[in-house]
């Protein structure tokens, strides 16, 4: 028994044992030959069961515990559904999660640790770099002030001293020293001296003030320097420097230090600020420099550099600061005395009418004007219309010169007619005799309106057989046009192009309405105009279309038009013939422009190219600041869009289109068309459009947009051309605006989303609802009015609310797919990706047809 119990009680607790640890070692190589031995050791771990803390409880207990665990972990894990594997499995994901989060909260604790002692480091360097400056200034000024304290205290003992030295001095040659026996001290220093010391019987006080005169003369005859004979003969080898003396000396290495900035004169000056203003023209214009001006910006909290730009308000803070007076300016007054004052009535000479030909399209307009002038016109431009305006000067037989601006009457013509108006003195509306008025004839009445100039009704193809003058007479009333005939102001005259009828008689209603108005200029002057039209023409370069208004245009003048601005190389009329000048109301083309301006913008002579240049680089800044905002709006009204097509109320799609014409007019004209005809869902945008011909850079950009390019009475060079094949950009040429327009009409109805109309097919009661493998629920119906088909829309209903609008999936009958099932049958049905359905449901069945729409 005992046996039993002590093999018991030895198999209850191991001995203690001290683990061994297994060793070796390993050669770690270096660099040179070096190596070295390094002991490893490999510690073997004892494994401990899951669930209980390692190296506790006795192997039985053990056991029994992991056996516990073990059917808790059982249990739990059909509580929840799953294996014990996964259970343990779930449990080590928590474990290493929750041992993460710690890990990452020690983290988290040792980064704040650090940089806590990196702050107090930071704040203790601060701290004594701050105790150091104020020690180190502290140290100065007492150096300062014992400096000057012993200056004075050196001239007044000097001052006191020098009278009896000198006297003590005279008695001592005078008197000889007393020998006296020498005791204690003395007697040393008495050997050393043979014997004997010479004793002064003056005071200790005295002895000590003779020392210090002594070494103060001796320091005076080494700063005395060079031995004269007024030196060697005088008296003065007691001589001090006064404290005044050390003063000057003082500030004059203080001058030199500081270079004399300190003491120099600020000279005010009046400083001329723009709206905006770099730091370092400031600085120049204050004459000033520009690290003392970032200086005080600093000072004041503002890190800038020189190039940096400030406002007008800043810059005058500024100014003040460093004492100059402000002079603010605008940059808009680069404009100011542009166009020049008015001139003297004594000035004035009569000029020739600037007459405006206007109305509806192909209402014969310029075959009017061809029979004025006894060309062909109407020949040269594509479709029989007028593509931009034209400006003709012709003389009549009586000698009397009048001047014809031709507008386009198409609806996409719009601005040109408008200009037309504007530039214009008398407005002749030209309605054919057998269309009457239409829509651009309206249009044409309202720009001469609102531009204030006297109209001539001239009613044209009288000569048709379906001319009816009189219905366009009677028409005109309705838009406040009333003729003579019936008793108005407002002249007519009918007339015929083809066979010449009334056209005396409208150049003479023209003269006798110019002298009405009394139309005079002064052709003695700078010129001014308008551009009528520009264009880039291949081997003249940007040409523009000028009326002068008033003065002299020569050659050889500086002119400024929009942002563009040039010397006048050339001067050519209408008929292609070069001029020397030209005077007031005469059409020119104009050559030598940098770019071809906008029409519609004002032509004036400047006095200097830099003069043009600034006024040029200030409306292009105003104009680059313009878009900006355009573009901000644009953003705006793209972040309503957004929201529009997330609400899914709205799909915007856009044909990009590159965009060359033959005249900046009717690029313009054109631009205007494609915004018009454009909606909210499709849009037609032009990303370039410019006047000249189609290049390689054109295709390019149309490459990188996918966009085709549009050539309206334009050409491809040959390079352009290869890359547009090689690249497949679309090229497409047009001469007449109604086709392109057409054309991109049809595209934009190809872009639209279809209409989608739904039709009603019937109704289907659920009756039964099985639960079928691998298909689902499958509703057991009746259908009770009209009919079902295969793969039609549904909406389920439940108490006539829809609670599900999808798509029918399966429609069977007796295990057979049908494709449509008739009223009074009965038949199975399935939705797709939906099972809610429920006896007593009733089922909607639609069908949804796409229409192709089409733009109006």
Request: glycine fraction near 10%; proline fraction near 3%; hydrophobic fraction near 35%.
């Amino acid at each position: 028994m005992s046996d039993s119990n002590d093999q018991g009680n030895s198999g209850g607790r191991k001995p203690l044992t001290v683990v061994r640890k297994t060793s070796g070692t390993v050669k770690q190589s270096f660099s040179h030959g070096r190596s070295k031995q390094v002991v490893v050791e490999t510690k073997k771990r004892l494994p401990v069961a899951a669930g209980s803390p390692p190296g506790t409880g006795k192997p039985g207990e053990t056991s029994a515990a992991a056996e516990s665990m073990e059917a808790k972990l059982v249990a739990l894990a059909a509580k929840l559904g799953i294996t014990v594997d996964e259970l343990k499995a779930r449990q080590k994901v928590l474990e290493r999660r929750k041992s993460e989060e710690t890990a990452r909260a020690e983290d988290q604790k040792l980064e704040k640790a650090s940089q806590d002692r990196l702050r107090t480091e930071q704040e203790r360097k601060a701290q004594e770099s701050r105790e150091r400056e104020e020690a180190e200034a502290r140290r100065k000024a007492e150096e300062e002030a014992r400096k000057v304290a012993e200056v004075t205290a050196l001239t007044r003992t000097t001052e006191k001293a020098e009278q009896p030295v000198k006297g003590r001095a005279r008695a001592g040659a005078a008197a000889p020293a007393a020998i006296v026996p020498v005791e204690d001290d003395d007697a040393g220093r008495a050997k050393r001296g043979g014997g004997k010391v010479v004793k002064d019987d003056r005071g200790a006080g005295e002895r000590a003030r003779e020392a210090a005169a002594r070494s103060r003369g001796d320091a005076g005859e080494r700063r005395r320097g060079k031995l004269t004979i007024a030196s060697a003969l005088g008296d003065d080898a007691d001589r001090q420097r006064s404290l005044a003396s050390v003063r000057r000396a003082r500030e004059r290495e203080r001058e030199r230090k500081m270079g004399g900035a300190g003491d120099r004169e600020k000279v005010s000056i009046e400083v001329t600020l723009p709206e905006t203003i770099t730091l370092q023209d400031l600085a120049g214009r204050m004459n000033e420099r520009v690290a003392d001006v970032v200086k005080f910006m600093f000072k004041q909290g503002e890190m800038l550099r020189g190039n940096d730009i400030v406002d007008a308000d800043t810059a005058e803070l500024i100014a003040s600061e460093f004492g100059h007076t402000v002079k603010r300016v605008s940059e808009a007054d680069v404009e100011i005395g542009l166009e020049g004052g008015t001139d003297d009535d004594t000035d004035l000479q009569p000029r020739a009418p600037i007459v405006t030909i206007m109305g509806h399209v192909d209402h014969g307009k310029t075959s009017l004007l061809d029979a004025l002038r006894k060309t062909d016109v109407v020949s040269g431009e594509a479709g029989g219309i007028t593509q931009h305006i034209g400006a003709y000067q012709v003389q009549l037989k009586s000698g009397e010169r009048i001047t014809f601006l031709d507008t386009p009457g198409h609806a996409a013509f719009t601005a040109m007619r408008a200009r037309g108006a504007n530039a214009t003195d008398i407005a002749v509306l030209v309605v054919a005799a057998n269309d009457s008025v239409m829509p651009q004839t309206i249009e044409s009445i309202n720009h001469a309106k609102a531009a204030g100039v006297p109209i001539i009704v001239a009613v044209t193809k009288t000569d048709l057989y379906d001319a009816n003058p009189d219905k366009v007479l009677t028409d005109l009333l309705q838009h406040d046009i009333q003729v003579e005939s019936m008793g108005g102001v407002t002249m007519a005259i009918k007339v015929s192009a083809k066979t010449g009828e009334g056209l005396d008689e409208l150049t003479d209603a023209i003269s006798l309405q110019a002298e009405v108005l009394e139309l005079k200029a002064n052709p003695n002057r700078e010129a001014d105009g308008v551009v009528i039209e520009s264009k880039l023409d291949k081997g003249r370069g940007p040409v523009a279309t000028v009326l002068i208004k008033r003065g002299t245009l020569k050659r050889g003048d500086i002119v400024v038009a929009g942002a563009q601005w040039g010397k006048v190389r050339a001067l050519v009329d209408e008929r292609g013939q070069q001029l020397g000048e030209a005077g007031p109301s005469l059409p020119v083309e104009v050559l030598g422009m940098d770019g071809a301006p906008d029409p519609g913008e004002a032509m004036v002579v400047v006095d200097s190219e830099s003069r043009a240049r600034e006024i040029t680089e200030y409306r292009i800044r105003t104009k680059r600041q313009i878009l900006g905002g355009a573009g901000a709006a644009a953003r705006a009204s793209l972040d309503q869009l957004l929201s529009r097509l997330k609400d899914g109320t709205i799909e915007t799609r856009e044909l990009p289109i590159v965009l060359k014409g033959d005249v900046q007019g009717s690029v313009e004209a054109i631009s205007m068309s494609l915004d018009k005809i454009s909606t909210e869902e499709v849009r037609a945008k032009v990303i370039h459009g410019a006047v000249g011909g189609i290049s390689e850079s054109d295709v390019l950009l149309a490459r990188s947009s996918n966009a085709p390019i549009f050539a309206f009475n334009v050409r491809a060079n040959k390079q352009a051309r290869d890359l547009a094949e090689r690249e497949g950009v679309e090229i497409r040429y047009y001469s007449v605006i109604y086709d392109l327009l057409d054309d991109v009409k049809a595209t934009l109805s190809g872009m639209l989303a279809p209409e989608k109309r739904e039709t009603f097919l019937g109704y289907a009661d659920i009756l039964e609802v099985f639960n079928i493998t691998k298909v689902g629920k499958v509703a057991g119906c009746r259908i009770s009015e009209g009919k079902v088909m295969r793969g039609c829309g549904v909406r389920l209903l439940r108490e006539n609310v829809v609670i599900h609008e999808g798509k029918l999936k399966t429609l069977k009958r007796f295990k057979d797919e049908v494709s449509e099932v008739n009223s009074g049958m009965e038949c199975g049905m399935a939705f797709e990706r939906y099972e809610d359905i429920r006896v007593g449901d009733k089922i909607e069945c639609f069908q949804v047809e796409e229409i192709a729409r089409k733009l109006a």
